[in-house]
């Protein structure tokens, strides 16, 4: 099971910190992403952290103002989101997946496990 944490209402420019933690197995032999879906639109790949040699991918929307990092002693994957713009605004899932090829992680169809959901809304 996958539980977020951390949305909420906050205003162009500020901060936010998304917190996605395991229960049931260890997220480290997974591959963890970062989704979000705005109302109408697919639910598409923000960042994803790599099991395998822990690298990082962004989504270019977010390069430069999210972090995707990860607590192995906590079982926690976070997402640090700053700078942010009313085109932030969504629905942001966390995922965990065996994924083998680095070029899948941006397929949610790739990932085993998805969290409820937390809604972040950038508005003033």
């Known amino acids: 099971q996958l539980v977020e944490s951390g949305g909420g209402l906050v205003q162009p420019g500020g901060s936010l910190r998304l917190s996605c933690t395991a229960t049931g197995f260890t997220l480290d032999d997974y591959v963890i992403g970062w989704f979000r879906q705005a109302p109408g639109k697919d639910r598409t790949a923000v960042s994803c952290f790599m099991n395998s040699d822990r690298s990082t991918w962004y989504a270019d929307s977010v390069e430069g103002r999210f972090t995707i990092s990860r607590d192995n002693a906590e079982n926690t994957v976070y997402l640090q989101m700053n700078s942010l713009n009313s085109e932030d605004t969504a629905v942001y899932y966390c995922?965990?997946?065996?994924?083998?090829?680095?070029?899948?992680?941006?397929?949610?169809?790739?990932?085993?496990?998805w969290g409820q959901g937390t809604q972040v809304t950038v508005s003033s």
């Open positions: 995922a965990a997946g065996r994924i083998l090829l680095s070029t899948a992680v941006r397929d949610p169809h790739q990932y085993d496990y």
